[in-house]
Nanobody
């Protein structure tokens, strides 16, 4: 059974940093694309960053500020978020699917399994 559990969210001031973690179980991390998607109030869910053996993808809005990484041995995926802005405020979801590109996951939201989501609030 696939499980994805996010942690690390919270309240941070503009310009601050947070590190989101996604603990995965039930599948081999190396054979899946893993992504972080987010949803702000009143907006559609959007791809933030995705990673697979084939590479990484970042939305234009987060390039240079966010870094996605994974630790296959620990079955963990991370999203390091720096220089946070109020517009980064959203619920962030960890998601996974085998056999898709990072572009398909992040741009077309082609995915299957989801975590429960975690709130990130950027506010002074």
């Amino acid at each position: 059974q696939v499980q994805l559990v996010e942690s690390g969210g919270g309240l941070v001031q503009p310009g601050g940093s947070l590190r989101l973690s996604c603990a995965v179980s039930g599948f081999s991390l190396d054979s899946y694309a893993i992504g972080w998607l987010r949803q702000a109030p009143g907006k559609d869910r959007e791809g933030v960053s995705c990673i697979s053996r084939g590479g990484t993808f970042y939305a234009d809005s987060v390039k240079g500020r966010f870094t996605i990484s994974r630790d296959n041995a620990k079955n963990m995926v991370f999203l390091e978020m720096n220089s946070l802005k109020p517009e980064d405020t959203a619920v962030y979801y960890c998601t996974a699917k085998a056999g898709v590109s990072v572009e398909a996951m992040c741009l077309a939201r082609l995915t299957r399994d989801w975590g429960q989501g975690i709130q990130v609030t950027v506010s002074s």
